[in-house]
């Protein structure tokens, strides 16, 4: 009977043993996965930003301007060097 119920509290600990290691195991994933998606989350505020910062005219031709010598027909470019 006592033979029983030690190779019964050993099984039981066995499974014990490796559902807390499984547990600290997804746990560490978990706080990856969180990791990556307050990156994203950032990502993607700084992108929407972006979405409406272009989404004026005014700021489009300056940063077309500013980036690629962007010209409207008309328009005079100059260029100062230091």
């Given amino acids: 009977m006592i033979i029983v119920l030690s190779i019964i509290l050993i099984a039981v600990l066995i499974q014990a043993y490796f559902i807390l290691k499984e547990r600290d195991q997804l746990k560490i994933k978990m706080d990856d996965l969180n990791g990556r ?7 993607n505020s700084d992108i929407q930003s972006e979405i409406k910062y272009f989404s004026h005219q005014e700021n489009l031709e300056k940063e077309l301007k500013q980036r690629f010598n962007y010209k ?8 100062i060097t230091p």
């Fill in 72 to 79: 409207k027909p008309g328009e005079k470019m100059i260029i």
């Fill in 37 to 43: 998606l307050a990156v994203l989350l950032k990502e």
